[in-house]
T-cell receptor, first 112, second 113 residues
Framework: DAKTTQPNSMESNEEEPVHLPCNHS???????IHWYRQLPSQGPEYVIH???SNVNNRMASLAIAEDRKSSTLILHRATLRDAAVYYC?????????????FGKGTRLSVIA | DGGITQSPKYLFRKEGQNVTLSCEQN?????MYWYRQDPGQGLRLIYY???????QKGDIAEGYSVSREKKESFPLTVTSAQKNPTAFYLC????????????FGPGTRLTVT
């Protein structure tokens, strides 16, 4: 799986939008962009994924650059419960049931 | 409720003892995984199994062993050969396809002294 680059940490004020960037300049045409987050002392949980078009779900939005070399996870109104480590992971559709490869992610702090 | 259970949540052992961590899923997923996480670090893959009675080593398999006799269960044994076993252990399962998603258990925090 291709490599991703994320900032080590970010900070946001409560109830403001948060934009978490991810660079993936070596992405291939069949790589999906997945985002997971890990709350303190818990296992990671799925957030969202996409291929080319922007995606929205109840947790977040995913904005994918036109050249697909970068993407941004958007939390529309950060809450204290959103404080977590966010992982951006590339995964080829042909990967079948092979494991996700986790980097160090971005640690998001939310200030009340 | 469907999901993944890991037990116990906290486990303490003396050095030199083998210990087995439990992982059970009722999601009917074919694949299961074991990861290890050290403080401030990302997850590292220990073992994974894509089907019953078959499993593959991950990046850090040395000192660990697994079995997959049933679809629902994927226990991990931390042997005395593992040099630094104290860590947070996470089990996960998945189904393949475009909507691939890994579901994680709550984890077991193992402390070996």
């Amino acid at each position: 799986d291709a490599k991703t680059t994320q900032p080590n940490s970010m900070e946001s004020n409560e109830e403001e939008p948060v934009h978490l960037p991810c660079n993936h300049s070596t992405i291939s045409g069949t790589d999906y962009i997945h985002w997971y987050r890990q709350l303190p002392s818990q296992g990671p949980e799925y957030v969202i994924h996409g291929l080319t078009s922007n995606v929205n779900n109840r947790m977040a939005s995913l904005a994918i650059a036109e050249d697909r070399k970068s993407s941004t996870l958007i939390l529309h109104r950060a809450t204290l419960r959103d404080a977590a480590v966010y992982y951006c992971i590339l995964r080829a559709l042909s990967s079948g049931n092979t494991p996700l490869v986790f980097g160090k992610g971005t640690r998001l702090s939310v200030i009340a | 409720d469907g999901g993944i259970t890991q037990s116990p949540k906290y486990l303490f052992r003396k050095e030199g003892q083998n210990v087995t961590l439990s992982c059970e899923q009722n999601l009917n997923h074919d694949a299961m995984y074991w990861y290890r996480q050290d403080p401030g670090q990302g997850l590292r893959l220990i073992y994974y199994s894509q089907i019953v009675n078959d499993f593959q080593k991950g990046d850090i398999a040395e000192g660990y062993s697994v079995s997959r006799e049933k679809k629902e269960s994927f226990p991990l044994t931390v042997t005395s050969a593992q040099k630094n076993p104290t860590a947070f252990y996470l089990c996960a399962s998945s189904v393949s396809g475009e909507s691939y998603e890994q579901y994680f258990g709550p984890g077991t925090r193992l402390t070996v002294t």
